[in-house]
């Protein structure tokens, strides 16, 4: 079994974009809820919007 990691992209209602590396999504979940609390925001606001390979390239 490979232990590629692949960028999660999550996204709120108000636009806020949260996007790291994780293993599985499970992991990813977990980042998620630690980054949403960090930035004060519900974790149920965050919708999975992309599984990449490599990051977006959003400015």
């Known amino acids: 079994m490979s232990n590629k990691k692949s ?3 999550f996204e709120d209602p108000s636009g806020t974009i949260i996007e ?8 990813a979940m977990v980042i998620k809820k630690k980054k949403a609390l960090e930035l004060g925001i519900p974790k149920e606001a965050f919708e999975l919007t992309s599984i990449r390979k490599k ?3 959003s400015a």
Do not use: R
């Open 20 to 27: 790291f590396q994780a293993t599985s999504l499970q992991q």
């Open 55 to 57: 990051p977006s390239q």
């Open 7 to 9: 960028y999660y992209a």
